[in-house]
C-alpha cells in the first residue's frame, strides 16, 4: 500500500504534469486528465482510482499557494448553473514532459501489472486458459445456468397459466379450462 504522504506528493506532480499538458483547464477538467494520464501509463489504479474533483480543486489551492499555479478568469458551468474556476500554471514555473514516478510502497517497489488487453482471454495466473473464464469455474457457470434456466421454466409455466385463463374468459369457457 502506498503511504497517503507519498501519493499525496505524487498527485501534486500529476496536476502540475496534467496542467502543463492541458493548458487552462477547470479541476474536473484536470481530474480527467491527471486520471487519463496516469491509467494510459499504466500506473497502479491506487494511484489514480481515488481522485475526486473536490480532491483536485483542493490540490489546485495548495499548489496555487506554493505559487505553482495561479487562478485565471471563471467559466460559466451550464451543467451546474454557476462559474467555476479555470487554472493555469505560473508563466515561471516549467513541468517536464515525463509523468511524475510512481510511489513506492513501503521499502518494496512498486511492479506494474502487465496490461490486460495483452493475456488471453480468460487466463488467469496458475490456470490454463480458458478454464475460469469471467472468474468463475466451468461448474460454477453450470450451476448459474442452471439456476438461470430454472428460474425461466417457472416464468414461462406463470405465462402459460395467465394465457390459459386469458383463452378462457375470451372463449367464455369459464371454469371449463383448468
Not at 30 to 39: K, P, T, V
Not at 108 to 118: F, S
Not at 151 to 159: G, H, I, K, N, T
Request: contains cysteine.
Amino acid at each position: 500500500m502506498i503511504q497517503p504522504e507519498q501519493l499525496r506528493e505524487y498527485h501534486r506532480n500529476l496536476a502540475l504534469h496534467a496542467l502543463g499538458a492541458a493548458g487552462e483547464c477547470s479541476a474536473a477538467e484536470l481530474l480527467e486528465q491527471m486520471g487519463s494520464a496516469a491509467m494510459f501509463a499504466g500506473h497502479p489504479a491506487e494511484c489514480w482510482r481515488g481522485l475526486t474533483t473536490p480532491m483536485v480543486a483542493g490540490l489546485l489551492r495548495e499548489l496555487d499557494g506554493d505559487r505553482l499555479v495561479e487562478r485565471r478568469n471563471n467559466r460559466h458551468n451550464s451543467k451546474q448553473g454557476r462559474p467555476e474556476p479555470i487554472w493555469g500554471l505560473r508563466p515561471d514555473v516549467a513541468v517536464g514532459d515525463a509523468l511524475p514516478a510512481v510511489p513506492r510502497a513501503g521499502a518494496a517497489p512498486v511492479e506494474l501489472a502487465e496490461p490486460r488487453a495483452t493475456l488471453p482471454l480468460g487466463a488467469y495466473a496458475g490456470q490454463p486458459s480458458g478454464s475460469r473464464q469471467g472468474g468463475l469455474t466451468e461448474g460454477q457457470r453450470l450451476a448459474l445456468l442452471q439456476v438461470e434456466f430454472e428460474e425461466m421454466q417457472a416464468r414461462m409455466a406463470a405465462e402459460w397459466q395467465t394465457f390459459r385463463a386469458r383463452a378462457a374468459r375470451v372463449l367464455n369457457l369459464g371454469a371449463e379450462v383448468g
